[in-house]
């Protein structure tokens, strides 16, 4: 698929179905290029809707299914969308460290395919905002999903999530506890840790 240019070019390729619940059109809107007046579509649109069928079909339908709606803050943008953001501080990493990031449509370093969204899930945080509830989330996911990475953040509960080829299974945030939660080599890395999210599957019928 050539990279869309005309409004109707761009109409179909945002009605490209990722997965059961999510299209492209989801992950177009930035507020960066909103705001500036760019345009924020892939130069590779195939790579693009491969990455972000993986993104869905393996982590945030079933993400969806158990944890009701799946909010989308920030997903995919272009190469010049996130060079901006770099430039202009607002919390994009430069496209090297993007690409198979927020970057769907380029390869990383070492060759591999990824795409990153940051989402919100309402009704998990209506149902646990204390401190540190966050992390009955992070280790579900840990049990439960093939992500690549986890980044929380405080404002309620969202986190960066990737989906990449041979996957880094690491889990950090900026709230407490605050660094690094688990990544290869950590003691609880491994395992189960139903300890850690017994229940939440059943506080979501309440909420």
């Known amino acids: ?26 992950f177009l809107f930035s507020d960066i290029a909103a705001h500036h007046g760019i345009s924020n579509v892939p130069e590779d649109p195939d ?4 990455a972000g069928t993986r993104l869905c079909e393996d982590l ?12 989308i803050r920030s997903a995919y943008r ?9 430039q202009l501080k607002a919390n994009c990493a430069s496209n090297e460290a993007n690409y198979a ?22 009704r998990f945080y209506d149902a646990f905002p ?22 929380f953040f405080p404002k309620l509960w969202a986190f960066n999530l990737a989906w990449r080829e041979e996957p880094e299974r690491r889990i950090d945030s900026y709230i407490a506890p605050r660094g690094c939660l688990t990544k290869a080599n950590m003691a609880n890395h491994t395992g189960h840790h139903e300890a850690e999210w017994q229940g939440i599957e059943r506080a979501m019928l309440g909420h």
């Not at 990031?101 to 309402?122: L, S, Y």
């Open 1 to 26: 698929m050539r990279k869309p240019t005309s409004i109707a070019a761009i109409e179909d390729f945002g009605r490209v179905r990722l997965s059961k619940s999510f299209f492209v059109r989801d």
């Open 130 to 151: 204390e401190p540190g509830g966050w992390t009955k989330l992070a280790w579900w996911i840990h049990d439960h999903l093939p992500y690549s990475s986890l980044y």
């Open 78 to 86: 272009s190469e010049e969308v996130n060079s901006l953001g770099n």
């Open 101 to 122: 990031a927020h970057i769907w449509d380029r390869r990383d370093g070492f060759g591999r395919m990824g795409a990153t969204a940051c989402v919100v899930i309402p």
């Open 60 to 71: 945030l339908d079933p993400l969806q299914d158990v944890f009701g709606r799946v909010a």
């Open 47 to 50: 790579l693009a809707i491969a």
